[in-house]
């Protein structure tokens, strides 16, 4: 793609990342500077939809299949928008031991979805974490900003109407 086509093609990523892709590439070995792009991209939109790894490939002028291999190497990436509501899994030894897996299992059953994976009303995503530092609360799960501790599976159902129900509330 020549310079002029790029100025022609309409891009989906806003100006401002746009202007920090440009200043990036006008540096020297500009492909270093792809997961400090990658990060402001998934900050902005939540993840890097194909179309934006596209979009930051030409800009960067780096191969698509760079910035692809990139953002699916390392796991702080995400490829698919995330929910809402952000349900970490502790599977600390202290979680484990007292239970973590079948308060996976709960929430897996309630939603109807897999770990790293989003309902289709775009409330719930489930993630693994390998600790949350409150082993004394343990099994424990963070959604969002706040730790939910000694969960049991038969709590988990009530925990989620819960949150539908705020939901519902606005």
């Known amino acids: 793609m020549s310079a002029h086509d790029t100025a022609e093609r309409q891009y989906t990523l806003d100006r401002e990342l746009q202007a920090y892709i440009s200043e990036c590439r006008g540096k020297e070995h500009s492909e270093s500077f792809l997961i400090s792009v990658l990060h402001k991209v998934q900050a902005r939109y939540g993840y890097l939809s194909q179309e934006h790894m596209q979009e930051v490939a030409e800009l960067l002028g780096v191969p698509a299949s760079t910035v692809s291999g990139v953002a699916t190497f390392y796991h702080f990436f995400r ?82 109407a819960g949150i539908r129900k705020k939901e519902e509330a606005g």
């Open 79 to 160: 490829l698919q928008p995330q929910g809402k509501y952000k349900v970490s899994f502790c599977l600390g030894t202290a979680c484990y031991v007292k239970g973590a897996p079948a308060i996976i299992d709960a929430f897996k059953e309630e939603l109807g979805i897999d770990v790293g994976e989003t309902t289709k009303d775009g409330l719930f995503s489930l993630e693994i974490t390998r600790c949350l530092g409150v082993c004394g609360l343990a099994p424990v799960v963070m959604i969002n900003e706040t730790v939910h501790g000694k969960l049991t599976p038969a709590s988990i159902p009530a925990l989620i």
